[in-house]
């Protein structure tokens, strides 16, 4: 499958972006969908994560209660609304999915198969 994530910007503090991840090649069923992050010079971050069978959610203690992940079936789309921006939020967003993905892996950006390029988000003052 080949990603697409799109909807990056710059937002001010407290304000939100919606990002959204696309599915080319084939559909989303069967995957998991993660969303990480990655500033320069430090490691790729998990942000949240969509089993798609079933739509359970999974988030980082970071954005839990900020960033909802959701999935769209019919347009084979994960997005990611991100509220209450704060400057940490700053990163390259990206997207990733894999079919094989087991729980405890499920934070780990080298269990994802499948990545798309990223989208900068910058948060300002």
């Known amino acids: 499958v080949q990603l697409q994530a799109s909807g990056g910007g710059l937002v001010q503090a407290g304000g939100s972006l919606r990002l959204s991840c696309a599915a080319s090649g084939r559909t989303f069923s069967g995957y998991t969908v993660g969303w990480f992050r990655q500033i320069p010079g430090k490691e790729r971050e998990f942000v949240a994560g969509i089993k798609w069978s079933g739509g359970a959610t999974y988030y980082a203690d970071s954005v839990k209660g900020r960033f909802t992940i959701s999935r769209d079936s019919a347009k084979s789309l994960v997005d990611l609304q991100m509220n209450s921006l704060r400057l940490e939020d700053t990163a390259v967003y990206s997207c990733?999915?894999?079919?094989?993905?087991?729980?405890?892996?499920?934070?780990?950006?080298?269990?994802?198969?499948?990545w798309g390029q990223g989208t900068q988000v910058t948060v300002s003052s």
């Open positions: 990733a999915a894999s079919r094989t993905i087991i729980l405890s892996s499920l934070r780990i950006p080298s269990a994802y198969a499948n």
